[in-house]
């Protein structure tokens, strides 16, 4: 009787035990505590730059009440912004799209091995993921074609990127080669071919590129200090750290520049976002 009575409590916990799935709750848990990691420093930011300057003095950690705006305002206008961004858009959106043009046309025959040599060339490109860049023979190159200083030259040293040669290569091969022979029998020509069958179907790997390269070019802060000595050139990145020279001691101001430095990546991913999950996975990961 007593046996019964304790096989029978017992048949719940075990059931309750077996419905637990330990390895997904340990999943989770290491999922959050990556996530408190990176959203943390994001959440101290944005309540940096509603701030006011005595309230941060005083506690920065306490949460904001009463959002200031100002600090936005200021940051506008007293670190030439518009003046800052304009040029990083210029520098970012005229050589994303050079890049992407030509990478496109790179890594079709690559893909397909129509060049002589086609694995060497993209295992070039592997290897140079890995090489740091040529910065001193780089230097003398602009230096020597008269374009240090000038924004022509500035664009030029963004328009080779590997990763996204070899993302693109990655992604053409999952294309049936069979559309080529189709289209060859059509009568369809090498450049219409690449623009109006192979371009749309390799949309989410473009979309993967371009955020990439988009984001590097505008976070870049190395490349403007070095090649740029005119404030009328500046990107938003070198803008914003002679802004930091002036207001350092102004940290909600300078919390609410930064917030405006981010936007426009921010909503080039989102715009971008549903194409760069299925770009980056069947792009990066084939081989």
Not at 11 to 15: A, D, L, T, V
């Given at each position: 009787m007593n046996n019964n009575r304790v096989s029978v409590l017992s048949?719940?916990?075990?059931?309750f035990s077996r419905r637990i799935k330990w390895g997904r709750v340990?999943?989770?848990i290491i999922l959050i505590a990556f996530a408190l990691v990176y959203i943390g420093p994001i959440l101290m930011l944005v309540n940096t730059a509603f701030n006011t300057l005595p309230q941060f003095m005083v506690d920065p950690t306490i949460p904001v009440k009463e959002p200031v705006f100002q600090n936005f305002i200021d940051a506008w206008e007293k670190a030439n912004f518009p003046k800052y961004i304009t040029n990083s858009v210029i520098y970012t959106g005229v050589a994303t799209t050079i890049f992407v043009l030509s990478a496109i046309f790179v890594a079709f025959p690559l893909a397909r091995g129509y060049v002589k040599g086609s694995k060497f060339l993209l295992s070039l490109f592997v290897i140079a993921l890995f090489l740091p860049s040529a910065m001193i023979p780089q230097f003398q190159l602009i230096l020597r074609l008269g374009l240090y200083n000038t924004r022509i030259?500035?664009?030029l040293l963004f328009l080779v990127n590997p990763i996204g040669i070899v993302i693109l290569v990655?992604?053409?091969k999952t294309i049936p080669r069979e559309l080529d022979e189709a289209a060859a029998m059509d009568g369809c020509g090498y450049f219409r071919f690449v623009v109006k069958v192979i371009l749309?179907?390799?949309r989410p790997a473009i979309a993967t590129v371009i955020v990439l390269h988009a984001i590097g070019i505008w976070n870049e802060l190395i490349q403007p200090t070095i090649y740029l000595t005119n404030k009328n050139y500046y990107p938003i990145t070198r803008g914003l750290v002679v802004f930091q020279g002036v207001y350092g001691y102004n940290w909600p101001t300078l919390a609410a520049a930064v917030l405006i430095l981010t936007i426009p990546m921010v909503i080039l991913f989102l715009i971008l976002q549903r194409y760069i999950i299925s770009g980056l996975t069947q792009g990066a990961v084939k081989g």
């Open positions: 048949e719940p916990k075990q059931r340990l999943s989770y030259g500035y664009i990655n992604y053409i749309p179907l390799i």
